[in-house]
């Protein structure tokens, strides 16, 4: 059985980055991919990267054949470049295989062909990213029409009727997406209240553009059912009595869960918490000495930039004086790509109201940005709440074209505490909408 110094059960963001620095250092390295449409991961093959540019050329009015097209050109030259920058390290072997545990550090993998190796590794990571779940509806598994974030990206053609199931941010996105190339669009919750994160301000607002979209919203409806007809699927639930939906394609948008199944956990001593996801102390380490868990797989925020400083934390263990730690991470953006964006970061309002501080909101209606209005797409506020003790950034929720840039340069001030009047008084190049804060901050 070989040995190997450095072994990768999955090609995602903060792995392969690892990799590629400890091959750098002339270690040895293996990296296992089950599957090769998937070298560089989750983000770049079937998530932010390939959702962002149908989003993006649904906002230029590209037909939906031809987007899906450039999507797929995007996403194989990206994993082409993922591959290599592996493959062609001197110290790196990649292969494709399913790898499951059999020890703490002795692996199985069922290589492609079928071929069977058993390994060990002196160090092991564990980066298998995350998979979406199904919900337990009556008939879902069995319909032909049901799609996850994944397949809905490869249709050949446009769906006339798109219905989704799941109104939180990933259904947000392909709803308002799907309803920019043309298709009659319904989403379907059970819960009551709209993207309960946000603020209500917020909220209400996101709730009225996507509506006015032509996007139909179904909250607080139990489902009972999933069934395929004659001219695609149908969907039946409880809404003031029982109501029907009929569509193309059905679109199971109700989040995702670590991807521990099958990997032989149950062989090894690394605990594994009833979400399936992987247990970690604040350094990245499982339960099992010399085992890491790096990116979705362990559970919390699923971004691919939280992968990357995962990336940061075990390096810093490797190679560094080890002070690195989860704890750091007190402020995180995150953008829902709808359009405009919705970006956050910190608080809201509701949580600086409940944890009692004495803060003050600044906030500015999108409309009033230049860029905006150059952008033509002035909907959207910007919303700002500051500590009136020490003048620092409390939270942003700023729902506006480019927001996902702004909301950057907010994240750096709130880590650097900088008082918000660095930001009001900074100058800015023009016309931007980082400029915005010139004025929402008076």
């Not at 946000?198 to 139909?216: C, F, H, N, S, W």
């Not at 506020?381 to 942003?396: E, N, P, R």
Request: hydrophobic letters at 35%; one cysteine or more.
């Amino acid at each position: 059985m070989k040995t190997y110094k450095n072994v990768f059960i999955g090609f995602g963001k903060g792995g392969k980055t690892l990799a590629k620095t400890l091959a750098k250092h002339g270690e040895e390295v293996l990296m296992i991919e089950e599957s090769d449409q998937m070298y560089g991961g989750t983000c770049i093959n079937i998530g932010c990267i390939p959702s962002k540019s149908l989003i993006v050329n649904g906002e230029r009015n590209i037909p939906f054949p031809e987007a899906v097209a450039k999507r797929g050109d995007l996403t194989g030259r990206l994993r082409n470049k993922n591959f290599h920058m592996i493959a062609d390290e001197e110290t790196a072997e990649v292969w494709n295989g399913k790898a499951r545990f059999t020890a703490d550090h002795e692996l199985s993998v069922t290589m492609a062909d079928g071929e069977v190796r058993e390994i060990k590794g002196e160090r092991i990571f564990i980066n298998t990213g995350s998979t979406p779940n199904i919900p337990a509806i009556n008939g879902i598994a069995d319909s032909k029409y049901v799609v996850t974030s994944k397949e809905i990206m490869e249709l050949p053609e446009l769906p006339k009727r798109l219905t989704i199931i799941g109104a939180g941010y990933i259904g947000l996105e392909f709803a308002s997406m799907f309803a920019s190339y043309g298709s009659q669009v319904t989403v379907i919750d059970n819960h009551e209240t709209f993207i309960p994160r946000e603020d209500p301000d917020i909220a209400k607002m996101v709730y009225q553009d996507l509506t006015e979209k032509g996007i139909r919203f179904e909250l607080g409806a139990n489902l009972l059912e999933v069934k395929d007809t004659e001219n695609g699927v149908q969907v039946r639930y409880e809404k003031d009595g029982e109501k029907t939906i009929d569509g193309d394609i059905l679109l199971a948008a109700t989040g995702r869960r670590p991807n521990t199944e099958g990997l032989g956990l149950e062989n090894t001593n690394i605990t594994v918490a009833a979400n399936g996801a992987v247990s970690v102390d604040d350094y990245l380490r499982t339960t099992a000495e010399n085992v890491w868990a790096i990116g979705d797989v362990k559970g919390g925020l699923q971004f691919t930039y939280i992968s990357l400083d995962d990336y940061r934390i075990i390096e810093d263990q490797l190679f560094g004086n080890g002070e690195r730690k989860v704890s750091d991470r007190k402020n995180v953006p995150y953008t829902v790509f709808l359009t405009p964006p919705l970006s956050n970061v910190g608080l809201t309002e509701a949580q600086v109201k409940a944890q009692g501080y004495d803060y003050k909101v600044f906030q500015m209606m999108s409309a009033g940005v230049p860029k905006a209005q150059v952008l033509e797409d002035p909907k959207g506020m910007f919303k700002i709440i500051v500590d009136q003790k020490t003048q620092q950034i409390l939270g942003a929720s700023i729902y506006a074209e480019e927001s996902h840039e702004v909301i950057n340069m907010i994240t750096l001030a709130m880590n650097a505490k900088l008082p918000y009047t660095m930001l009001r008084d900074q100058i800015y190049s023009h016309p931007t909408m980082t400029e915005a804060l010139n004025d929402v901050l008076k």
